[in-house]
């Protein structure tokens, strides 16, 4: 597997980047008085390289996951985030994944995702695609599903909560605040197949719901 590969060769250059990675988000979220709070982070195995899968609620979401989550992090990401000015500069940069929801190009998205792995980092994805545009949980895609089956890594669901009345979408404002990060149970993916992609997705999403007190709807 990538992942175990990954975890051996290249933890140190993951690690390494990881304190950089992490002051840089904090620069972001201090100065905007965000109080920030992880719950159930010993459910995070040290070492272990994850799918990491959170609802989305505002472009602040990368800084809280980048400062908060106490793991070597690399995020696939619309390219929306990276036309904003200096943070998609900044992303290129330290290697996140860019997502052309209009002309995904695949093999570029797997480049990146192996070389993020070699690394020994783990994978962030927003399986919404995009932020939520009133709050609610949407539809996920399956995409990250399929990737944590083919790599062989656990899905690692995050419910995050306050993120979008510190930063709306489509606002420029950005106010102080409380942000929470709700570490849900992780999701083996050990003997699965492509066909099992649907089912992971379904209990992730049921997992973030439950932890957002959101409706939870079976996707097909």
Same mark, same amino acid.
């Given at each position: 597997?990538?992942?175990?590969?990954?975890?051996?060769?290249?933890?140190?250059?993951?690690?390494r980047?990881?304190?950089?990675?992490?002051a840089?988000?904090?620069?972001?979220?201090?100065?905007?008085?965000?109080?920030?709070?992880?719950?159930?982070?010993?459910?995070?195995?040290?070492?272990?390289?994850?799918?990491?899968?959170?609802?989305?609620?505002?472009?602040?979401?990368?800084?809280?996951?980048?400062?908060?989550?106490?793991?070597?992090?690399?995020?696939?990401?619309?390219?929306?985030?990276?036309?904003?000015?200096?943070?998609?500069?900044?992303m290129?940069?330290?290697?996140?994944?860019?997502?052309?929801?209009?002309?995904?190009?695949?093999? #570029? +998205?797997?480049?990146?995702?192996?070389? /993020?792995? %070699?690394? !020994? =980092?783990?994978? &962030?994805?927003y399986? $919404?695609?995009?932020?939520s545009?009133?709050?609610?949980?949407?539809?996920?895609?399956i995409?990250?599903?399929?990737?944590?089956?083919?790599?062989?890594?656990?899905?690692?669901?995050?419910?995050?909560?306050?993120?979008? #009345? +510190?930063?709306?979408?489509?606002?420029? /404002?950005? %106010?102080? !605040? =409380?942000?929470? &990060?709700?570490?849900? $149970?992780?999701?083996?993916?050990?003997?699965?197949?492509?066909?099992?992609?649907?089912g992971?997705?379904?209990?992730?999403?049921a997992?973030?719901?439950a932890a957002?007190?959101?409706?939870?709807?079976?996707?097909?």
């Open positions: 597997m990538i992942a175990t590969l990954g975890a051996r060769a290249g933890t140190r250059t993951a690690h980047i990881q304190p950089i990675l992490r840089w988000s904090r620069g972001w979220l201090v100065p905007a008085g965000v109080h920030l709070r992880i719950e159930h982070a010993e459910r995070i195995e040290p070492g272990q390289q994850y799918v990491v899968v959170s609802n989305h609620l505002s472009n602040l979401d990368p800084m809280v996951h980048l400062g908060g989550v106490r793991l070597p992090l690399r995020f696939l990401a619309m390219r929306e985030l990276f036309d904003l000015p200096v943070i998609g500069n900044a290129r940069r330290i290697g996140m994944i860019e997502v052309d929801r209009g002309n995904a190009d695949s093999a #570029e +998205i797997s480049r990146g995702v192996r070389t /993020a792995l %070699r690394d !020994g =980092a783990s994978l &962030l994805v399986p $919404e695609g995009e932020t545009h009133d709050g609610s949980l949407g539809r996920f895609h995409g990250a599903f399929a990737l944590a089956i083919e790599h062989g890594l656990p899905v690692l669901p995050i419910a995050t909560i306050g993120t979008r #009345e +510190i930063w709306a979408p489509g606002s420029n /404002a950005i %106010r102080s !605040g =409380a942000v929470v &990060l709700l570490v849900q $149970e992780p999701l083996p993916t050990h003997g699965m197949s492509r066909l099992d992609a649907i992971l997705r379904e209990r992730t999403r997992a973030i719901a957002c007190h959101e409706p939870v709807h079976e996707e097909r």
